[in-house]
């Protein structure tokens, strides 16, 4: 089945960027989104369509892609960043199937 | 504005059957697809499939496929998801979501699976 890969864990100082990756055979080709999901929390969309951010997200949040790989980059890290975030896309198949990369834990040391 | 509400908490024993629901409001529900998603206890998120509300028409993840069905009421504006044939390793937090640009998720619903 298809699969989306992110590293497990990224740490990063406050005031520092984060960037976090996200990779699959199909992301030249499909959208990415990215959700930020803290501790007892449902997930927050911070990114869609790769590039864009949601109404009242910061600016410090943004989406690059490069080929097959999609990036999530938190720049100016504070406290509050931290968190699981997840990258989801389709597998893009005639029939959209959604996915969910296994999701990276962000620590803010 | 766009809100999802979610039925409540389920305890279930194996082998039984659970359905949550999730009423939809602020939105034409027909226009958009409801996705079903779950997340055990310190896991990640798990993508169930989806349903065109439109239609009514499911699309399940193969490992899902025989016992996951997800139908829809149009009067009402709910999504269902009935998963059946309960193990231990059902137990999660369920959720519906309207994915997408707009990002809508239901507040969730736990369900535990326990002899």
């Known amino acids: 089945s298809y699969e989306l890969t992110q590293p497990p864990s990224v740490s990063v100082s406050p005031g520092q960027t984060a960037r976090i990756t996200c990779s699959g055979a199909a992301l030249s080709k499909e959208f990415v989104y990215w959700y930020q999901q803290r501790p007892g929390q449902t997930p927050l969309l911070v990114i869609y369509e790769d590039t864009k951010r949601p109404s009242g997200i910061p600016e410090r949040f943004s989406g690059s892609t490069s080929g097959t790989t999609v990036t999530l980059a938190i720049s100016g890290v504070q406290a509050e960043d931290e968190a699981d975030y997840y990258c989801?896309?389709?597998?893009?198949?005639?029939?959209?199937?959604?996915?969910f990369g296994g999701g990276t834990r962000l620590t803010v040391l | 504005q766009v809100r999802l509400l979610q039925s409540g908490a389920e305890v279930k024993t194996p082998g039984a059957s659970v359905k949550v629901s999730c009423l939809a409001s602020?939105?034409?529900?027909?226009?958009?697809?409801i996705h079903w998603v779950r997340q055990a206890r310190g896991q990640g998120l798990e993508y169930m499939g989806w349903i065109n509300s439109k239609t009514g028409g499911p699309n399940y993840v193969q490992k899902f496929r025989g016992r996951v069905t997800m139908t829809r009421d149009t009067s009402t504006a709910t999504a269902y998801m009935e998963l059946s044939n309960l193990r231990s390793d059902d137990t999660a937090v369920y959720y519906c979501a309207r994915l997408g640009k707009g990002g809508y998720w239901g507040q969730g619903t736990q369900v535990t699976v326990s002899s």
């Open positions: 989801q896309s389709s597998d893009g198949a005639a029939t959209f199937q959604g996915v």
């Open positions: 602020g939105y034409n529900f027909s226009a958009h697809i």
